[in-house]
């Protein structure tokens, strides 16, 4: 099994930054692609940011492209989501994912096999 645990998310204020971290443990078993997905109130589950293994390989969603990075270090078997420039639509819990299949930078759920329980982001004015 995998586990995922997040950390960094918190209350900032309109147009600043933050970033999350998404640690992996257990049989994570390399390669594998990551991503971050998140879930405001009352709305679908959405992609935010995938990575693939080689850290070159990366998909963001239109609404956060230019704005997010998603990197990783595989050493420490951890992904980030650097976010600048947050406007209070981003705010929603956010989750990453791992599947083993590194194929590609994943865009749908479905794609992946385990999840994190999650950090709230609140943005406010």
């Known amino acids: 099994q995998v586990q995922l645990a997040e950390s960094g998310g918190g209350l900032v204020q309109v147009g600043g930054s933050r970033r999350l971290s998404c640690v992996a443990s257990?049989?994570?078993?390399?390669?594998?692609?990551m991503g971050w997905f998140r879930q405001a109130p009352g709305k679908e589950r959405e992609l935010v940011a995938s990575i693939r293994w080689n850290g070159v390989n990366t998909y963001y969603r239109g609404s956060v492209a230019g704005r997010f990075t998603i990197s990783r270090d595989n050493a420490k078997n951890t992904v980030y989501l650097q976010m600048n420039s947050l406007q209070p639509e981003d705010t929603a819990v956010y989750s990453c994912?791992?599947?083993?299949?590194?194929?590609?930078?994943?865009?749908?759920?479905?794609?992946?096999?385990?999840w994190g329980r999650g950090t709230q982001v609140t943005v406010s004015s």
């Open positions: 994912a791992l599947t083993r299949d590194d194929g590609s930078a994943y865009t749908r759920s479905s794609e992946y096999d385990y």
């Open positions: 257990g049989r994570t078993m390399s390669p594998y692609a």
